[in-house]
């Protein structure tokens, strides 16, 4: 299984609003409502940003959402701010019973 | 609130087996609601999911190192634990292991989304 597509860098300037793609195929992302997405930031373990697509774990920013159409999900980061500066992750069920991640994507703040 | 641990050697030898143990806290890891698992990250790279496994012993692997790895869980300590045999250079990694919830409600077996990491340990295949 091919790790899911994501772009390999995004930028935008602070206050601005970012969107980060994630494309899979029938089988895990437009198979299935159950894409997550992660933040790392340098050093760190991930957190969890958006699970279920578009929910988001109590403590996360209504800067942080999602959605999906298709084989393709997508996680927007509005008002940008210099902490949202990290690597981005999006992951998926799978049909065979696994989990798939994106190659990440590093989102830079100018 | 539910914490997780690995531990293990940083350095391991070419051709050997890695063995890590992450330890479950403040929580109990037989619960129905959730899977363990382990996701590695070489060194500038992404995340790969390695494999995970229920409290009752079901496990699923990553089918592209399903060969080499197993998963083994211990209730009684609050352990699950990773071997990974043959290890190469490219197994060098940061090993986080991780709790997943389960998709049993909508009848659906297997890992999806991670809510707990811990803090990853660094293993190092070298001679």
């Known amino acids: 299984q091919s790790a899911l597509t994501q772009p390999a860098s995004v930028s935008g300037s602070p206050g601005q609003s970012i969107t980060i793609s994630c494309t899979g195929t029938s089988s895990d992302v437009g198979g299935y409502n159950y894409v997550s997405w992660y933040q790392q930031h340098p050093g760190k373990a991930p957190k969890l940003m958006i699970y279920d697509v578009s929910n988001r774990p109590s403590g996360v920013s209504n800067r942080f959402s999602g959605s999906k159409s298709g084989n393709t999900a997508s996680l927007t980061i509005s008002g940008l701010q210099a902490e949202d500066e990290a690597d981005y992750y999006c992951s998926s069920y799978t049909s065979s019973t696994s989990v798939l991640f994106g190659g990440g994507t590093k989102l830079t703040v100018l | 609130q539910l914490q997780l641990q690995e531990s293990g050697p940083g350095l391991v030898k070419p051709s050997e087996t890695l063995s890590l143990t992450c330890t479950v806290s403040?929580?109990?890891?037989?619960?129905?609601?959730?899977?363990w698992g382990w996701i590695r990250q070489p060194p500038g790279k992404g995340l790969e999911w390695i494999g995970s496994i229920y409290y009752s012993g079901s496990t699923y692997y990553n089918p592209s190192l399903k060969s080499r790895v197993t998963i083994f869980v211990d209730t009684s300590m609050s352990q699950f634990s990773l071997t990974l045999s043959s290890v190469t250079a490219a197994d060098t990694a940061v090993y986080f292991c991780a709790r997943h919830p389960t998709l049993h409600r909508v009848g659906l077996l297997g890992p999806y989304y991670v809510d707990v990491w811990g803090n990853g340990t660094t293993v190092t295949v070298s001679s």
């Open positions: 403040g929580g109990s890891i037989s619960s129905s609601s959730y899977y």
